[in-house]
């Protein structure tokens, strides 16, 4: 996936950007940046020092639209784990998403590594973090939150993509109650505008 997310040298300017703010500190950040090179998009993550509650990514992502503002092209994003969080903070994150057409909320239930653990399977049984961690190091040797590009090939992503829409059936309004990602609608908007 990486040789045909390459930028190459002298192309123009990005037509569209994704600001990204993700709970995560790592696994989200290397995720997302594979996105990053195409000469039309760019997928930017605001890097976060320490794991960011609901309503500090929200805050985050907020301050950098007051601060750069975002053409009519660009998205935002905040991405972030189910973990317990409680429903009125995950509700403000949806209500913010609502607020405007280019704004976008995306949840994993239980955590990220489910989204992940689609582009190899379909993830019957995974309900708990734990078991998503157990299954997802079985296809990448030594899981330790950072992850290798090359083992998210673009037929794996669309893979991801397909299972999560299929288990978001019908399509939920806010966020997943169950277990379950709507980190795919994120990753469409990316790959239809590299499409």
């Not at 049984?125 to 330790?144: F, I, K, P, W």
Request: positive net charge; hydrophobic residues 35%; aromatic residues 10%.
């Amino acid at each position: 996936m990486t040789s045909r997310f390459r930028r190459k040298l002298g192309q123009r300017r990005y037509k569209r950007m994704f600001v990204i703010v993700a709970e995560g500190t790592v696994t989200e950040q290397e995720y997302f940046a594979l996105f990053g090179e195409e000469s039309i998009v760019r997928v930017k993550c605001l890097r976060n020092r320490r794991n960011l509650p609901p309503r500090d990514a929200l805050r985050r992502v907020r301050d950098y639209v007051l601060e750069e503002g975002l053409r009519s092209t660009d998205e935002a994003w905040v991405v972030v784990d189910r973990n317990g969080w409680l429903d009125e903070h995950l509700a403000e994150l949806h209500a913010w998403s609502r607020e405007k057409t280019n704004y976008g909320f995306a949840l994993s239930n239980p955590k990220f590594e489910f989204w992940l653990l689609l582009h190899f399977e379909d993830a019957a049984g995974a309900v708990t973090g734990d078991e998503c961690d157990r299954r997802l190091a079985r296809h990448l040797r030594d899981y330790d939150k950072h992850i290798n590009a090359a083992d998210f090939t673009g037929e794996r992503v669309q893979n991801a993509v397909d299972r999560a829409r299929s288990r978001d059936n019908p399509p939920c309004v806010g966020w997943p109650q169950y277990v379950g990602t709507t980190v795919y609608r994120l990753v469409e908007r990316i790959l239809q505008t590299t499409a």
